[in-house]
Every structure is written in C-alpha cells, then in structure tokens.
C-alpha cells in the first residue's frame, strides 16, 4: 500500500497495517474496516466520516464539499 502512495501525485497520509498508531487512530475514529475515509480538518475537526461514500456519489466534487 505504501508504495501506491508512493508513487501518486500529491501529498496523501498513509499507515502501514504494523504500526501502532493504526489501533489508536481505529479507537479515536471508530474504524471497523476499510476502505474507509474519514476527512479531518488541520484542527482535528472531523469534516464527515462517510469519505468512501461521497466520493462514490460526487467524484472529485466532493473534496469542494470538504473545504
């Protein structure tokens, strides 16, 4: 997965499945399964947690809808 991100444009954020965070970030955001997408703020502030859906339904017009 890293390498996918790696290897895509732009700034993207990813967590390999071994470390530790991953859990905290699971317990913090109710995380149950993936793909998931939960859009967060530069405060923490979650924005939605039905990132995955959005995208499906808007396409790239969802990321207007989030800033």
């Known amino acids: ?4 991100f790696r290897r895509a444009p732009g700034n993207w954020f ?12 699971a317990y913090t ?7 998931q997408i939960i859009v967060i703020n530069s405060f923490g502030d979650t924005i939605t947690r039905r990132g995955v ?8 017009s969802a990321l207007l809808t989030w800033m």
């Open 53 to 60: 859906e959005e995208i499906q339904d808007l396409g790239v």
């Open 14 to 25: 990813g967590i390999d499945y071994d470390e530790d965070i991953r859990l905290v970030l």
């Open 29 to 35: 955001y109710g995380i149950l399964g993936v793909p």
């Open 1 to 4: 997965m890293m390498n996918s």
